[in-house]
């Protein structure tokens, strides 16, 4: 899934120092969904640099960096009890429709399957074609109501809270 890496880009493990350049990419991509899916307030947020942090320093955070090394994409994975969960995955939308996207997911199986989880997991928009559409593609499945874990359902009901509309859970199993 990382093989196909387009020429004048990176993915690593982020350093401290990288940290600093993701809310900017964040919030980049954020402006681009649909103002009817994330409401104005949300669409202003990024994780918190303690997340970050934490995600660095675990070997969590994995980023696509450009020639001159600066992050133009990442990915923060955290582990819930068995499974692995996608926190965020951002590429800046000048840097998108490259394939980052796919290989930061790509590190993140890798990561998951590293720690011996059975499978990759993430809440996304069902009908925003890169999103859920997208996923599924790369070989995630759509989870009905009695296929949901108890850290998923805890997740899609902090996005209710949060405002976002049209929430699905996704897995990829892994092992």
Known sequence: MTDSIPYGYRI???????????KE???????????????????????SMETLVSAQKEGRLIIAVDKKEKPVGFIAVRRNVDEA???????????????LGRALIGKAVEWSISQKCSALTLTTFSSVPWNAPYYERLGFKRLKDD????????QLMFE?????KDRVAMRKMLL
């Open 12 to 22: 690593r493990s982020a350093c401290a120092g990288d940290l600093k350049f993701l």
């Open 25 to 47: 990419i964040e919030l980049a991509a954020a402006r681009i969904f649909p103002t009817d899916v994330i409401p104005e307030d949300v669409r202003n947020q990024a994780l």
């Open 85 to 99: 969960y996608i926190i965020e995955l951002d590429v800046h939308p000048d840097h998108q429709r490259e394939m």
């Open 147 to 154: 296929e949901i874990s108890d850290a998923l359902i805890h």
């Open 160 to 164: 209710d809270k949060l405002g976002l």
